[in-house]
């Protein structure tokens, strides 16, 4: 890949990138820059140091080596203050919200409407609902962020950035867990800010959107540039051949099998969100859970898990009542649930990576009194090489690893656990190309060995690269279950707004 | 490197340290008779912290224990006056002094996960019920002339090791065996850490929490009983303030109050950095006022040390 003539002037230049952790040089004199109005992508495996890098920008965190250049002004960027004050936004990867406060409090955090130094609660209020009104959604400015879903949180994060005025605004994986109509809305606020001059820095693993939204493209590997590209000049097989250093033939490995005798059946289930919803599981089968956010995909999941209570309906696992009352419970009869939100509902991260791998199986790895530690590493050590954990050691505290790793984590959990039902909420979310196909084929080998999958993707490409089934949610409702060959994505998302 | 060695030693090293200023300072320091003096001091209130480790690992307190000591000393000397043979008598005490710290940790667990209440208020609540308690039952007077081989247990020594610094080996290695051995251990570190995130992983968190309420109680009681044998006598006032004195050994050892980081080795430490401090100042006669500033300054440094190495 050659560098592009660059007309515009250069707003940001990050010239000798260096950051140094324990064990890993996260960043070895990267250069990147940024012009006004200008939409610059971001990619590479995880763990490549993408967000490492967008961190050393936002002040989160300290260079060891390298300078910034604002404007060709050598800038010294020591906090997320002078960040911020130099007109700096960011969305972090990993939320960075005050679950017990209220999106408006947290959209105004740090920056808070005020009149004789008292918050100005209305004002505060109005600026909430007049961005996210921008990003075409509909949240209430006054609830709490604890109540919101992943997705609405991410939405959230990024009208905090944009409640500000930035010149820069880095967004460091943004789409992640959205479906495809807030990403468009996304995109036309992107688009907006763009036209206004200012320079975007765009991290995401979803390539098809790079090449929608973003004008040039920067590869990392191990720390260091691959090389830049414009979009134009460049395609998804060469992109991915630069990211992982060989190429993929085909983005869902998908093998047939036969499908085999009933394993989980779910009649008239009423909770809260969810309406009379019936569905079955066949063992062998990769059934997909389609919809929209707030649909209640992840509500049913967690019926099945039995992690939130249920008002009526009933359960059938292999042919016997089964009624959950904990995850415990679910855990015992053979179900895992992978949960969307790895950071929350997912890791320990003051623990290691392999005793977070190893939470939900130790009652298998205990003997006698004591954990079998030996067992247990080793158990850990096959998940991390299996899923190309990139990370010092299975000692390693997860604390420290690249979100996508950390993904890599809990995904391990649940492979160990020799579950019957295995249930995936947004299973790849962050997770780069090539370790996704990984998992594609650690999936089909599940199934291949008997197990029932629920996958629930926003993604509607990989749904239907992935699945014999797609059942589609439609606001708490079951509006339809279509086998691989019906499946599209205008019949999907046909089901997924029937009642809207 | 150097941080490296202080990550792993920090606070060994800090405890030697002060073994030295205090060795050059005093030649009494060094005796085996004054090693084995700090470690039957700290005996009582370290017990106490290995159960205090457990509740503040899963990001919990309990500031009952000090009470508990108390009411658990009067409740179990005075059943120790009971007309019955003597070896009858003292197990009667014995048993019924830690059921009542178990007892009393199971109400605390079950408020805390039943009814979801801060583990501050309940403990708080459960600390002015047992002090009251045991002035109840006691009407205010200390329970008097026990029978003479009751001393024995926290007053005597086995081997030439004073009988509650044995006791508190044994507790703290069985402790520490449990906490990085056992799925419950592991258990106890995952709550602390994410509460959620290992109830979805199939932990039954209550249970666990609960549990760890009732090791707290049920060491307490234990260190109520020892005390009580080394008074010879139930005091409804025994064990005041020592809630504060133990939870700073548990941090000062580097346990986090947010929980999920800590060990009882760690604990280990910060009671005899303390108990040592206390020791030295002793011999070196220094004032008890003086003591308690110097002891506090301590405190402060040794939890900055913790910080600084953490970065
Ligand atoms: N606080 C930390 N301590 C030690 N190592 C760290 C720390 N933060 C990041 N790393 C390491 O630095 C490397 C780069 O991480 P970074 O988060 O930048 O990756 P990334 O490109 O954003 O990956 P992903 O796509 O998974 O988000 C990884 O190997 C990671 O384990
Ligand atoms: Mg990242």
Known sequence: MLDPPRTMSLILEMQQMTKRYPGVLALDRVDFSLSAGEVHALAGENGAGKSTLMKILAGAIQKDGGEILLDGQRTKIDSPHSSLKNGIGMIYQDFKLVPELTVAENISLGNEPAHRGFIDFPQMQNTARSILEQLGENIDPSVTVKTLSVAQRQIVEIAKALSRKVRILALDEPTASLTEQEIQNLFGVIRKLKSDGVGIIYISHRLDELFEIADLITVLRDGTVVGTSSLHETNKAKLIQAMVGRSLEEEYPKIQLQRQNELLSVEDLNTPKLKDVSMTLYRGEILGLAGLVGAGRTELARAIFGADRVHSGTMWLLQKAFTPRSPKDAIAAGIGLLTEDRNLQGLILQMTLSENISLASLQRLT????????????AAGEFMRKLQIKAPSAETVVDTLSGGNRQK??????????????IFDEPTVGIDVGVKYEIYNLINQLAKDGVGIMVISSDLPELLGICDRIAVLCDGRMTGTLSRKEATQEKILRLATEFS | MLSKILDRFGLGIALALEAIIFAVLSPYFFTTDNLLNVSLQISITAIIAVGMTFVILTAGIDLSVGSLVAVVGVVSTILLKADFPFVLSLLLSLVAGIALGTFSGSVAGAFITRFNISPF?????????????????TEGRPVWDLPEAFSLLGGGRTLGVPNPTIIMAVVFVLAHVVLNRTRFGRYVYAIGGNAEAA??????TRRVVTQVYMISGSLSALSGILLASRMNSGQPNSG????????????????????????????????????????????????????????????????????????
């Open chain 1, 409 to 422: 984590v809990i995904l391990g959990r649940w492979l160990m656990t020799k579950s019957k039902v295995l």
């Open chain 2, 199 to 204: 109830r979805l992983a199939g932990i039954n």
């Open chain 2, 121 to 137: 208020i309940v403990t708080l609540a459960l600390m002015t019920i047992w002090r009251g308690a045991a002035f109840v039952v």
């Open chain 2, 240 to 311: 005041l303030m020592y809630e504060l004195d133990v939870i700073a050994a548990v941090v000062v050892g580097g346990t986090s109050l947010f929980g999920g980081r800590g060990s009882v080795a760690g604990t280990f430490l910060g009671s005899m950095l303390i108990g040592v401090l206390r020791n030295g100042l002793n011999l070196l006669n220094v004032g008890s006022y003086v003591q308690q500033v110097v002891v506090g300054v301590v405190i402060l440094l040794a939890v900055l040390l913790d910080q600084w190495r953490k970065k």
């Open chain 1, 367 to 378: 003997q006698g009194l004591f954990i079998d530690r030996t067992k247990e590493k080793a």
